[in-house]
């Protein structure tokens, strides 16, 4: 059997808050358990952390928003939901459905990538300006 977690517990090990943890739930990113009754005690596995902890790591080293991570999150899942049907699938016009499926997802997971990577770019632009900027008022003050 699966040794559960209390919410606090689980925050705890992910190095999250409680608040964090109920929010990723609310937004989807973190399954609920359907036989948890209203109000009765969330109880989370160790699944449930380390999916809390890859969601905090994606989320920083990406800079995502939280509407962001939800739409990565959600091609993610509709890929492996693909993957599952290309497992069962034997013919060649259902496994092409299945790419024309795929394309999209993986095309927009690219373009927030992209987009992420063009601000950090710019970014980095920026300062590469102002540090040369400091040098020469550097050498002209030498």
Same mark, same amino acid.
Do not use: C
């Given at each position: 059997?699966?040794?559960?977690?209390? *919410?606090?517990?689980?925050? =705890? @090990?992910?190095? #999250?808050?409680?608040?964090?943890?109920?929010?990723?739930? =609310?937004?989807?990113? !973190?399954?609920? %358990?359907?036989?948890?009754? /209203?109000?009765?005690?969330? #109880?989370?596995? +160790?699944? &449930?952390v380390a999916r809390v902890q890859e969601l905090i790591r994606m989320r920083d080293l990406l800079g995502l928003s939280l509407d962001e991570l939800?739409?990565?999150?959600?091609? $993610? +899942?509709? @890929?492996?939901?693909?993957?599952?049907?290309?497992? &069962?699938?034997?013919? &060649? %016009?259902?496994?092409?459905? *299945? *790419?024309? %499926?795929? *394309?999209? !997802?993986?095309?927009?997971?690219?373009?927030?990538? /992209?987009?992420?990577?063009? /601000?950090? &770019?710019?970014?980095? %632009?920026?300062?590469?300006?102002?540090?040369?900027?400091?040098?020469?008022?550097?050498? $002209?003050?030498?």
């Open positions: 059997m699966t040794s559960t977690l209390r *919410i606090g517990e689980a925050a =705890e @090990r992910a190095g #999250v808050t409680t608040r964090t943890i109920r929010y990723y739930e =609310e937004r989807g990113l !973190l399954g609920r %358990d359907p036989a948890r009754e /209203k109000g009765s005690h969330r #109880v989370y596995t +160790e699944a &449930d939800v739409e990565i999150v959600e091609a $993610e +899942e509709a @890929r492996a939901a693909l993957r599952n049907r290309w497992a &069962d699938s034997a013919s &060649d %016009d259902e496994r092409l459905r *299945i *790419i024309e %499926d795929a *394309i999209p !997802l993986v095309e927009r997971q690219l373009e927030l990538l /992209k987009s992420r990577r063009e /601000k950090l &770019d710019e970014f980095a %632009d920026e300062l590469s300006g102002k540090l040369r900027s400091l040098k020469t008022r550097r050498r $002209e003050l030498s």
